[in-house]
């Protein structure tokens, strides 16, 4: 019902941010028909579930192939929804349909049953085998409506999982288009479900009868959404928003850093979570540093005009959070060397790069989510790093530079870090996505990503036994107690088990 059908033009308006067009209308669905989705998922989950790796492979397969077939359509549904240049839109859907390549190529290895060492209990075989949860729902956000959400679907589907998909009510024609595909390529009906609403049915998706929520929004909501799934003790994925920092070293290659932090600060109207929010620079690159800067900021085209770069804000309250967070920075003594509050026209915010920016503007703490790269001072890499980890966000991060680069990479208190290059990680899929603090918890993407939608189970299965050495019993031999404690201090207490130990891994005993 709430997939393929012609909707009705009432319920939720579409509008296009940059021209206030309508792109289209969806009806608005609440709690009564998000609970007869997810009972609908309930019954594919079992048909879905009980499929071989290799048949759920090969559905996938067709899949993918209808998103492919379809790229055109959805890109363009993505720009008009969202406002963003159509080559964004095209790259979102693309790195959308890679993630469903790869959750189904790899789930067959990974969720494979693994026979793992049964330490001191040589006799009997452990094992820990992997099971889809049952019925995932998905919450998504508007910033990015196809590539954030297929992080999750994807992944979920492809470790034996239904889904049932509230996108956002600002970004929902993309969304029922792919559930339009997966109804004509997926090989058990009601497997993907996309209800379309506002918060009410997000929340009733939350405290629905779903086997593990997958959230992707602010951290405000996201709270919200944990709340509702603690009364039935749900399972949640929390993917939040950031404040990434982008550290600048003496030895960085500048021309390609300045291009990078602009590009990573302002890509998307900087409406990305992974956004380059904060920048530090080292104090002996710094003038040089921000001259580069603002000549590349400068040659970032905004506007509605199909040649832009960027496009509008898509959310209008965005646009007063972006004005009060530059405001704040300019009444705390920052000064603007492009853009700044006054630039700003109705949805359309210009680039702004702010110097003499201070960690107690709201600049420098809250998510900004507009072009807005503000650059800090630094005195050397140390004072980088403690006020890049000096936030409750920490989704991801940018180390610029040569020496010592990869240790400071690995000191930054944050889900994802790249190495002189911006953003790269979300476009990795074999790399595990997710943050920490109020960015938060949980991996999607990866390996770990088709982890976090499956049920593990570990199973021990007693092969011999050995005489006196059958702790599971009440017949126990006498002198038990001595034994014990004679195991306890000749194997731990001594060096036996570390002379030992390559023996005993070789033999999985340890
Ligand atoms: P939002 O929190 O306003 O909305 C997200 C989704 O939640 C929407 O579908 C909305 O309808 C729904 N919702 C609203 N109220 C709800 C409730 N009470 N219960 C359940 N669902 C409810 O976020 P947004 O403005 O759409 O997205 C922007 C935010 O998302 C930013 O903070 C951004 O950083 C973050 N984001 C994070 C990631 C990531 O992977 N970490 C990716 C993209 C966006």
Redesign the pocket.
Request: with cysteine.
């Given at each position: 019902m709430v997939t393929a059908q012609t909707f009705a033009p009432q319920g939720i308006e579409v509008k296009n941010p940059n021209d206030g067009s309508t792109v289209g209308h969806v009806p608005e669905y609440g709690a009564a028909e998000v609970d007869q989705a997810i009972a609908r998922a309930r019954t594919a989950s079992r048909r879905w579930g009980a499929l071989s790796h290799v048949q759920r492979r090969k559905d996938l397969a067709a899949f993918r192939r209808g998103l492919a077939t379809q790229a055109e359509t959805l890109a363009t549904l993505v720009h008009r929804e969202t406002g963003k240049p159509k080559v964004d839109a095209m790259s979102e859907v693309l790195l959308a349909i890679q993630h469903v390549a790869h959750a189904a190529s790899r789930a067959e290895e990974v969720l494979a049953t693994r026979t793992v060492s049964s330490g001191l209990m040589a006799n009997l075989k452990s094992t820990v085998s992997y099971h889809p949860l049952g019925v995932i729902g998905v919450?998504?956000?508007?910033?990015?409506p196809i590539f954030?959400p297929m992080?999750s679907i994807a992944y979920a589907l492809a470790a034996g999982n239904a889904v049932v998909f509230?996108?956002?009510?600002?970004t929902p024609l993309v969304a029922v288009e792919v559930a339009k595909i997966a109804q004509q390529t997926l090989s058990v009906p009601d497997v993907l479900q996309v209800v379309t609403?506002?918060?009410?049915?997000?929340?009733a998706?939350?405290r629905g009868a779903v086997d593990k929520i997958a959230?992707?929004?602010?951290?405000?909501?996201?709270r919200?959404?944990m709340m509702?799934a603690a009364e039935r003790l749900t399972p949640v994925l929390l993917?939040?928003?950031?404040k990434d920092p982008m550290i600048v070293l003496p030895d960085a290659d500048l021309d390609k850093a300045a291009e990078a932090a602009v590009w990573g600060a302002m890509t998307n109207a900087g409406?990305?979570?992974?956004s380059i929010e904060r920048c530090y620079v080292h104090d002996a690159v710094y003038d040089r540093f921000v001259d580069k800067v603002v000549a590349e900021a400068r040659e970032v085209r905004f506007g509605a005009d199909p040649g832009a770069h960027i496009g509008a804000i898509t959310?209008p309250a965005?646009v007063e959070i972006i004005k009060r967070h530059l405001e704040d920075a300019r009444d705390k003594g920052a000064r603007f060397l492009l853009g700044g509050p006054d630039a700003i026209e109705g949805n359309m915010v210009p680039p702004a790069v702010v110097v003499d920016v201070t960690d107690e503007m709201q600049l420098m703490q809250d998510?900004t989510?507009g072009p807005v790269l503000p650059i800090a001072r630094v005195k050397d890499g140390d004072e980088a790093l403690s006020r890049a980890n000096r936030s409750r966000y920490g989704?991801g991060s940018a180390v610029w530079g040569k020496s010592g680069v990869r240790e400071l990479a690995d000191k930054i208190v944050s889900g994802m870090t790249t190495i002189n290059t911006v953003l790269a990680f979300g476009s990795v899929p074999t790399l595990p996505?997710?943050?920490i603090g109020e960015?938060?918890f949980g991996r999607?993407h990866g390996d770990e990503g088709l982890r976090e939608f499956s049920r593990t189970k570990s199973i021990v299965e007693q092969r011999f036994t050995i005489p006196g050495m059958n702790f599971f019993t009440f017949k126990v031999p006498p002198n038990l107690y001595d034994q014990l404690k004679g195991m306890a201090e000749k194997l731990y207490g001594t060096a036996v088990l570390d002379k030992a130990s390559e023996v005993l891994k070789k033999l999985h005993i340890l």
């Open positions: 919450i998504g956000p508007w910033n990015y954030t992080g509230k996108p956002s009510e600002l609403g506002r918060g009410p049915a997000g929340a998706l939350a959230f992707t929004g602010s951290p405000a909501t996201g919200k959404v509702a993917e939040l928003g950031g409406q990305a979570c992974v959310l965005q998510e989510f989704l996505f997710g943050g960015s938060g999607i």
